[in-house]
């Protein structure tokens, strides 16, 4: 079962939800495979040919690209403050 509503990252998600890149099958081992809209992973944490580009630039955090070439990473920081806990970030 697909769960579209958890946002938490892995280790804070609740049992029994696990990330789909965690789930063994051939798609991940013959493929690489680039994907976002996971801000909480931070770009960390998956394994090797899948790479995770959601950095959370909105959030305050960083854009981040993807060189397909060499699988190299560029990183430029937001120019956004971090959440002040009020739901909006504040502009630097």
Request: with cysteine; hydrophobic share 35%.
């Amino acid at each position: 079962q697909l769960d579209m509503y958890s946002k938490e990252s892995p280790e804070e998600a609740p049992a029994p939800l696990k990330p789909w890149f965690a789930i063994p099958g051939p798609v991940a081992e013959e493929y690489s495979i680039a994907f976002g809209h996971w801000a909480s992973l931070e770009g960390k944490g998956t394994p090797e040919g899948i790479y995770a580009l959601d950095t959370g630039c909105c959030w305050g955090g960083s854009l981040t690209c993807l060189r397909w070439e060499d699988k190299q990473y560029f990183v430029q920081p937001s120019n956004r403050h971090k959440d002040l806990g009020e739901g909006e970030a504040v502009a630097s």
